[in-house]
């Protein structure tokens, strides 16, 4: 396929991305993983007019560790709180938290992998060799040394954009820790779309480096960042819910991973409450397994020839 | 280069914090302490001396003596010894864990990328792909409410019944009891990415023109999976489970924390309540090196398998 056969036509670009959508929706995967997903952002859009306000110690709507019944449709948790309003405005947290690392990842990710990429040479040799580091060192593992230290230098009190500090350093800490894996997709992309004519050719009508990258490559790059941007969110979500699992989370602002670490510390699991923390469980299990199927189901769809796990 | 990395990061870390062993150990401001002796303190510390090179020298050739520091939360004691003595139960957990789930998940996976499209497939593929979102840790509570609050079949938490004595069968028994429901849940974990590598392995080999070529021979469909598919898929797998124990660890760290298990992950989590540095930075230098470990060991059995990497 030579570019100077293929002219830009709008009506070109509506019928590309039609047959994409229905390329992607063919999918049995992405449509149960959209669907869910859809759910959950609905539920993490409006939790107040849903399920009324956060409930904490104070305004608590039950007795302690109620098995489900009609009036809390998930039972309540071990200070009386019902897990339905608990898990709902978890959504929002969990959600929140993982979308916004993952857009930090991508950015590093991918500026990294370009920047590798395209100058090559003693550039690339020392952002791989930091880019190997990322990509053994567990991001968790990671984020487990890095976030109480920073916590212990700013401080608990406060909030930061509207998060706790807890939950903003958690943030950048995830998303300044996953960001390995985008970064080597990147740069083997870049490598190859760098010797492509269109890149001489820019740089002949005297684009600048920084130009060519972000308007002739990047936009080649998109279908790749978007494949695995999905699956980012995926271990996003699990660095999260472990962190905060942890006793890395905030009371006060809690997300999935915090409702289980206070189940966990009431006993729930010994004393048999598995609506307590089947919820939140299920939420995590639920998100990042849609996150997966529609990363996945992009990837079949930008890659025919690869055949990927469905 | 890693571990480098890592000690340098340990360095970084532990000076950021702000308050140094010194003001700690005079216990802080609250009580009058005279200048002469925090300077004493920190001449004896040498936290006087310049951060670069001498700290930073210092710090990495004392490291690479595995000398680690000293616990806050401990009362003093050295951080290679509490990290020592916890060591053994992780790597049982872990060990056995990873064991099982090799076993269970590699032929799993295997056989469904082999007999793609069939039932168990379509069941396995689902199933894992379901338990590789799923954090090994709730699985881990789940097993806690199924089979020991509800059923009351094994225990839940510790390692040792109260009252056991050491070293009889019983004993051993005893170990193995409590052991059985942390190794499940990061056995179940790992399978469900195991077989999704494994079946993305086989169903990449089964396509490719040699299994063509040994199906003209006239070779069965056994010979055929055992000459040609398994090693060959085995390949991505063996450099899957190397590069993965360090997520292995971690998710240990985490199901540790559930059954109370005395090992690295449950050290983790005292460490992080009390704020403890040294344990923790301990830690992750451990993490850091038996991921080299296993980086290096991958490349190894690469050399084995493949006979073109050794050449």
Redo the contacts between chains.
């Keep these: 396929m030579s570019e100077s056969t293929v002219r830009y036509s709008p009506r070109g670009r509506t019928r590309a991305i039609k047959s994409f959508l229905c390329q992607f929706l063919g999918h049995g995967g992405a449509q149960a993983g959209l669907v869910c997903l859809v759910f959950f952002l609905v539920l993490a859009a409006a939790p107040n007019t849903l399920v009324g306000p956060l409930q904490t110690a104070i305004n608590a709507t039950g007795d302690f560790l109620v098995p489900p019944s009609g009036e809390h449709l998930l039972g309540t948790d071990e200070v009386g709180r019902d897990v339905l309003n608990l898990v709902v405005h978890g959504a929002r947290i969990s959600l929140t938290i993982a979308l916004l690392a993952t857009v930090i990842s991508l950015v590093v990710g991918t500026s990294v992998g370009i920047t590798a990429g395209y100058y090559g040479g003693r550039v690339d040799v020392w952002l791989m060799?930091l880019t190997?580091?990322f990509f053994?060192?567990?991001s968790?593992?990671l984020a487990?040394?890095?976030t109480?230290?920073v916590l212990?230098?700013m401080g608990r009190g406060g909030d930061i954009l509207g998060f706790r500090p807890s939950l903003f350093v958690i943030i950048v800490v995830i998303g300044m820790t996953s960001w390995a894996f985008v970064a080597r997709i990147v740069r083997s992309q870049t490598l190859s779309l760098k010797e492509r004519t269109f890149v001489d050719r820019a740089r002949v009508v005297g684009s600048s480096n920084i130009v060519i990258m972000v308007k002739h490559i990047l936009p080649n790059l998109l279908p790749q960042i978007a494949a695995n941007g999905a699956l980012v969110v995926?271990g996003a979500i699990?660095v999260e819910?472990?962190l905060s699992?942890?006793?890395?989370g905030d009371p006060l602002q809690p997300s999935w991973g915090t409702l289980?670490a206070l189940?966990?510390r009431a006993g729930?699991?010994?004393?048999?409450a598995?609506w307590d923390?089947?919820a939140p469980?299920v939420c995590?299990?639920t998100v990042?397994?849609s996150f997966?199927?529609i990363g996945n189901a992009l990837d079949d769809t930008f890659n025919p020839r690869r055949?990927?796990?469905? | 280069m890693t571990l480098l990395m890592v000690a340098i990061l340990n360095f970084i870390l532990f000076r950021v914090i702000p308050g140094d062993p010194s003001s700690l150990l005079l216990g802080g401001a609250r009580i009058s302490v005279t200048p002469e002796q925090i300077e004493a303190q920190r001449q004896s510390w040498g936290l006087d001396r310049p951060m670069f090179p001498d700290q930073v020298v210092d710090y990495l050739s004392a490291t690479m003596q595995g000398d680690l520091g000293y616990s806050f939360k401990f009362r003093g004691r050295r951080v290679a010894d509490l990290i020592l003595e916890r060591l053994p139960a992780t790597v049982a957990l872990v060990g056995l864990a990873q064991v099982i789930a090799i076993l269970c998940g590699v032929m799993l996976g295997l056989y469904a990328g082999w007999r793609r499209g069939g039932a168990i497939d379509h069941i396995t593929t689902g199933t894992s792909l379901a338990l590789y979102s799923t954090p090994a840790f709730w699985l881990g509570m789940l097993l806690v409410v199924i089979f020991s609050t509800a059923l009351g079949w094994l225990p839940g938490y510790g390692a040792h019944s109260p009252g056991a004595v050491s070293g009889s069968l019983d004993w051993l028994l005893d170990y193995l009891r409590h052991l059985a429901l942390p190794v499940a849940a990061v056995a179940l974990g790992l399978i469900g990415q195991y077989v999704v590598v494994a079946r993305a392995a086989m169903s990449d080999v089964v396509t490719e023109d040699y299994m063509v070529t040994a199906r003209a021979k006239g070779l069965t469909n056994g010979q055929m999976l055992m000459r040609h598919a398994f090693r060959n898929a085995m390949l991505p797998v063996v450099t899957l489970i190397a590069l993965n124990l360090g997520y292995v660890v971690a998710g240990a760290i985490t199901v540790e924390a559930v059954f109370a298990w005395p090992g690295i992950g449950g050290l983790t989590v005292e460490a992080l309540n009390a704020r403890d540095y040294p344990v923790l930075q301990g830690i992750f230098l451990l993490l850091g090196a038996s991921i080299v470990v296993a980086n290096l060991v991958a490349d190894l059995a690469y050399g084995l398998l493949d006979p073109r990497v050794r050449q």
């Design positions: 060799r190997d580091f053994v060192m567990p968790f593992v487990l040394v890095i109480p230290v212990e230098v995926a699990y819910t472990s699992f942890l006793g890395l289980l189940a966990q729930a699991a010994s004393a048999g598995w923390l089947g469980g995590v299990l990042s397994l997966v199927l055949r990927v796990i469905p």
